[in-house]
């Protein structure tokens, strides 16, 4: 089984390590545009030992995981009334559609009008994302119940707190958790976006711009190598925990 | 217990029920018994109010009957993201000790920490049918209750059902394709045509659930087969 890992984990990042040399080699791109290899993995190296940017990552991260934890505390209530409640469902289903199809960018001054351009700014966009898509992954969860659930709950007369915490929560978790994931790549995006264009000073996004700006092009590289490990590593948390929670719907 | 009063029932074009009398007693036992396909579960469904999308008239002795369903499709009637000793009690509160009794005359209590994924499909039946014995139900709603137990286990639930039954007298409605069955426990037997069923006959049984009187069964298990291939022939 272990050659699969390695094959995965060790062979095919060193192809890719192969050809990005060879491609520098055979000048198939301005050097200047795009450093040899080598060069790129002492700077991954020399950035990760000095630990030059983990107070950059921990910003990132920090604004992440707020932006993420509002989206969860106000999406995951609103989706399961809005999921439930068909009346509240039909009134607001057009205005939320509409809403979640404004590009988030687009809001950008709109956002600075309100909150400046420090954190609050940049997390209000990325909460704003994030809730709207947990908000709709909820709602959609809980309309596609399996109706059996509702049957039961009916004729066994079950407490209301109950069903709501027990059938109509957790029946709706597989929803949420898709919805957290595909929230936190987009949240990643934004945060990195906002922190190279909303005036600042710190996080990995501002990292690379700078970078760019001083023209370390090996040091950009290995900053976006660092903020795609980033990027898989919160993903692969929020997978992991997803399969502890929801054991049920794995089939064997 | 329950009057019903020329019941019709149509899934869009298809007719599923249609003139459906019967009156069901308090504290009754009653079998029914159709081919595929006929409307048993429909009917069942309807009885239960979880559809009310009939015509015709149902009426209740009274509001709010507690009741107990066995779905055709075990997976139904249970959660699952929950334990077996979750799914039985259901939120409700019920003592902890009948749960285990119940639980361990189905030999599913070495099994209650786990998931209704991790049973057979007869374990899951066995599961449903924990729980409805486990709330005290006015009215029983059983469709094929026993249509995946092994032989065995299957006698033993029939006798703790019965057992049960003698006791607390819950109204009992029980769909089943098994004749003996139905004639071993039944007050009354409803046979029901071909889809859109109506009702062939109700056979009444004397002296019900009466042991060793195996040709008084013969004579009612010869009625039953007669009606049905009566039906086939129509
Ligand atoms: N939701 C539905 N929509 C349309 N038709 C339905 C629906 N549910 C059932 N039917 C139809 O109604 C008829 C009766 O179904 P029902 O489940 O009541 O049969 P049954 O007597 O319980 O059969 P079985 O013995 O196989 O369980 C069937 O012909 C079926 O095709
Ligand atoms: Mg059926």
Redesign the interface.
Same mark, same amino acid.
């Not at chain 1, 929801?246 to 719907?249: A, D, N, S, Y």
């Not at chain 2, 997976?75 to 929950?82: T, V």
């Given at each position: 089984m272990n050659y699969k890992r390695v094959i995965r984990y060790v062979l095919i990042p060193g192809l890719f390590f192969l050809v990005g040399t060879l491609i520098y080699y055979c000048k198939v791109f301005n050097p200047l545009m795009f450093p040899n290899p080598l060069l790129v993995g002492t700077e991954f190296f020399r950035i990760i030992i000095l630990q030059e940017t983990l107070s950059d990552m921990g910003l990132t991260f920090y604004r992440v995981l707020i932006g993420i934890a509002i989206s969860l505390v106000i999406g995951i209530p609103a989706g399961l009334a809005i999921g439930y409640f068909k009346k509240l469902y039909d009134s607001l289903e057009f205005i939320i559609d509409f809403l979640r199809s404004i590009p988030v960018t687009a809001l950008f001054p709109l956002t600075m009008l309100f909150f400046g351009i420090g954190d609050t700014a940049k997390i209000a966009l990325a909460a704003w994302l994030t809730t709207t898509i947990i908000l709709v992954n909820t709602s959609y969860g809980v309309r596609h119940l399996?109706k059996? &659930?509702f049957?039961?709950a009916?004729?066994?007369? /079950?407490?209301k707190p109950?069903?709501f915490k027990? /059938?109509i929560f &957790?029946?709706s978790?597989p929803h949420i958790f898709s919805g957290i994931r595909i929230a936190i790549s987009l949240c990643i995006i934004l945060i990195i976006v906002t922190e190279m264009f909303i005036g600042s000073v710190n996080g990995l996004g501002n990292a690379i711009i700078n970078a760019h700006l001083a023209y370390e092009i090996p040091k950009m590289y290995a900053l976006i190598i660092i903020t795609g490990i980033f990027g898989y590593a919160l993903n692969k948390v929020a997978s992991l925990i997803e399969k502890r929670v /929801?054991?049920?719907?794995k089939q064997? | 217990m329950i009057e019903v009063k020329n019941l019709s029932k149509r899934f869009s074009k298809n007719a599923v029920l249609k003139g459906i009398n019967l009156s069901i007693k308090k504290g009754e036992f009653i079998s029914i018994i159709g081919p595929n396909g006929c409307g048993k579960t429909t009917l069942l469904?309807i009885l239960?109010?979880?559809d009310d999308h009939y015509l015709g008239h149902i009426k209740y002795s009274k509001e709010?009957i =507690?009741?107990?369903?066995i779905?055709q499709?075990s997976?139904?009637?249970?959660?699952?993201?929950?334990t077996v000793l979750e799914n039985t009690s259901?939120?409700?509160k019920i003592s902890s000790k009948k749960v285990k009794t119940i639980l361990q005359k189905v030999d599913l209590w070495k099994f209650r920490k786990n %998931?209704? %994924?991790e049973l057979s499909g007869g374990m899951k039946q066995l599961l449903a049918i924990s =729980?409805a014995f486990v %709330?005290d139900s006015e009215l029983f709603?059983l469709d094929e209750p026993f249509s995946s137990l092994d032989h065995y286990m299957k006698t033993n639930v029939l006798k703790y059902l019965l057992e049960m039954w003698k006791e607390k007298r819950p109204t009992t409605i029980m769909i089943s394709h098994n004749i003996e069955d139905a004639v071993m426990m039944s007050d009354r037997i409803i046979i029901l045509s071909e889809r859109p069923a109506k009702i062939l006959n109700i056979i009444k049984i004397d002296n019900p659930r009466s042991k060793g009187t195996l040709p008084h069964f013969n004579k009612y298990h010869r009625e039953v087969l007669h009606t049905i291939k009566r039906g086939r022939v129509l």
């Open positions: 399996n059996s &659930y049957n039961m009916k004729v066994y007369n /079950i407490p109950y069903f027990n /059938i &957790y029946g978790l /929801i054991h049920w719907t064997h | 469904k239960s109010g979880l709010n =507690r009741k107990s369903f779905f499709n997976d139904d009637s249970m959660l699952p993201w929950k259901l939120g409700k %998931y209704p %994924y =729980r %709330y709603l």
